[in-house]
Antibody
Framework: EVQLVQSGAEVKKPGESLRISCKGS????????ISWVRQMPGKGLEWMGR????????KYSPSFQGHVTISADKSTSTAYLQWSSLKASDTAMYYC??????????????WGQGTTVTVSS | DIQMTQSPSSVSASVGDRVTITCRAS??????LAWYQQRPGKAPKLLIF???SLQSGVPSRFSGSGSGTEFTLTISSLQPEDFATYYC?????????FGQGTKLEIK
């Protein structure tokens, strides 16, 4: 079965660091890029950035550049989203999703189940 | 950034109705657009890619059209499971951006 399985919910304090993960299975991980998408409580979807696991090339949204780091380990078919210093405003659900584009856009067709991050003092 | 504007932001409809959601882009996208459905508490689900291609496994009552700056998602005959929030998303230019969402509610 093709799937992305994300790590579990996290509760952190402001200023703490965090890394959440997204493990792919059932497909060739290096044939797709992995995006991260934020959804704040009661709000819409925001694209944060993506990584190409084949070469670890990343693209970020300017809204998130410098505040998060996206990476991937192709040997374990796992993508990561990490923060060095969390803020209360990082409280949200985070989804990973796979996608590809080759001549045209195939969309993000497989999504993880989401990881809830709560940042509170 | 390319701004994606969906209309309406919410719509009430009945089972069996035909519903159309519009997505307008601030710049031309070609056909680099996708539509997603999100039910409460669930991850988004891809419905349409490349503006008009139906994702495998998605019922044929869903269809997409448009190119450039104006796109539409049409549900031909609403079913109970279709009441959800719908998002368009462009992948023509980084950063990718989503519309603000259209909430489809039961009348």
């Amino acid at each position: 079965e093709v799937q992305l399985v994300q790590s579990g919910a996290e509760v952190k304090k402001p200023g703490e660091s965090l890394r959440i993960s997204c493990k792919g299975s059932g497909f060739t991980f290096t044939s797709y890029w992995i995006s991260w998408v934020r959804q704040m409580p009661g709000k819409g979807l925001e694209w944060m950035g993506r990584v190409d696991p084949s070469d670890s090339y990343t693209k970020y949204s300017p809204s998130f550049q410098g505040h998060v780091t996206i990476s991937a380990d192709k040997s374990t078919s796992t993508a990561y989203l990490q923060w060095s210093s969390l803020k209360a405003s990082d409280t949200a659900m985070y989804y990973c999703a796979r996608g590809r584009s080759s001549g045209y856009y195939y969309g993000m067709d497989v999504w993880g189940q989401g990881t809830t991050v709560t940042v509170s003092s | 950034d390319i701004q994606m504007t969906q209309s309406p932001s919410s719509v009430s409809a009945s089972v069996g109705d035909r519903v159309t959601i519009t997505c307008r882009a601030s710049q031309g996208l070609g056909s680099w657009l996708a539509w997603y459905q999100q039910r409460p508490g669930k991850a988004p689900k891809l419905l349409i890619f490349a503006a008009s291609s139906l994702q495998s496994g998605v019922p044929s009552r869903f269809s997409g059209s448009g190119s450039g700056t104006e796109f539409t998602l049409t549900i031909s005959s609403l079913q109970p499971e279709d009441f959800a929030t719908y998002y368009c998303q462009q992948a023509n230019t980084f950063p990718y951006t989503f519309g603000q969402g259209t909430k489809l509610e039961i009348k």
